[in-house]
């Protein structure tokens, strides 16, 4: 596993380091620069990244929600204090773990765990919701494709329907493919009702 730990004072960072030791094959990347981060994360191609960031100022913390919006990896971080306000945004940024006050070596191996799940658990979320999104935008194809067979040919909804199946299954294409060729072909005859 490929670890980036995100910290500008190596003191701190070494709580973190102390946490993941006992991890097998673990390799760690300490990361103290804030200049190129992003770039510099995309190198190393981390599995999770902690990020500490103590007590950072506003702008600061504003500069590390831009990694975080940037980076599609599992993120931990780490501040001293906290408000509603940063809590929302850092959760708006990908955060999948925002710890308040918790810095500690033996707390390190639970949170990185928690942080990995909590990560899977949104990407499997979104992937859920691009493929209802995608079923639902087919089935809008689909309905207006029997609208146009509907008005142009004066048949019924089944009827359409099952012209729209019968060539899908003899060009052995997917029906919504088969509506998305009628409602182009129906939008370039100049007809877009």
Same mark, same amino acid.
């Given at each position: 596993?490929?670890?980036?730990?995100?910290?500008?004072?190596?003191?701190?960072?070494?709580?973190?380091?102390?946490?993941?030791?006992?991890?097998?094959?673990?390799?760690?990347?300490?990361?103290?620069?804030?200049?190129?981060?992003?770039?510099?994360?995309?190198?190393?191609?981390?599995?999770?990244?902690?990020?500490?960031?103590?007590?950072?100022?506003?702008?600061?913390?504003?500069?590390?929600?831009?990694?975080?919006?940037?980076?599609?990896?599992?993120?931990?971080?780490?501040?001293?204090? +906290?408000?509603?306000?940063? #809590? *929302?945004?850092?959760? $708006? /940024?990908? %955060?999948?773990?925002?710890?308040?006050? =918790?810095? &500690?070596?033996?707390?390190?191996?639970?949170?990185?765990?928690?942080?990995?799940?909590?990560?899977?658990?949104?990407?499997?979320?979104?992937?859920?919701?691009?493929?209802?999104?995608?079923?639902?935008?087919?089935?809008?194809?689909?309905?207006?494709?029997?609208?146009?067979?509907?008005?142009?040919?004066?048949?019924?909804?089944?009827?359409?329907?099952?012209?729209?199946?019968?060539?899908?299954? +003899?060009?052995?294409?997917? #029906? *919504?493919?088969?509506? $998305? /060729?009628? %409602?182009?072909?129906?939008?370039?005859? =100049?007809? &877009?009702?």
């Amino acid at each position: 596993m490929r670890i980036a730990i995100v910290d500008e004072r190596a003191s701190r960072a070494s709580i973190i380091e102390d946490g993941l030791s006992s991890l097998p094959d673990c390799e760690l990347f300490v990361l103290t620069q804030r200049d190129g981060l992003i770039a510099r994360i995309a190198e190393i191609a981390p599995d999770i990244v902690f990020m500490d960031l103590g007590n950072p100022s506003r702008d600061v913390l504003e500069e590390y929600f831009v990694v975080s919006r940037a980076l599609a990896h599992p993120i931990a971080m780490f501040v001293d204090e +906290s408000d509603d306000d940063s #809590i *929302a945004a850092s959760i $708006d /940024a990908g %955060v999948s773990t925002y710890v308040v006050d =918790g810095l &500690s070596a033996k707390r390190i191996q639970p949170l990185l765990q928690m942080t990995m799940q909590r990560f899977e658990a949104f990407a499997r979320l979104e992937t859920e919701l691009a493929e209802a999104q995608g079923k639902l935008a087919e089935r809008d194809t689909i309905d207006k494709a029997k609208r146009i067979l509907m008005k142009t040919k004066g048949v019924s909804e089944p009827a359409a329907y099952a012209e729209l199946r019968q060539k899908a299954m +003899s060009s052995s294409r997917r #029906i *919504a493919d088969i509506a $998305d /060729a009628v %409602v182009t072909a129906h939008e370039l005859m =100049g007809d &877009s009702s």
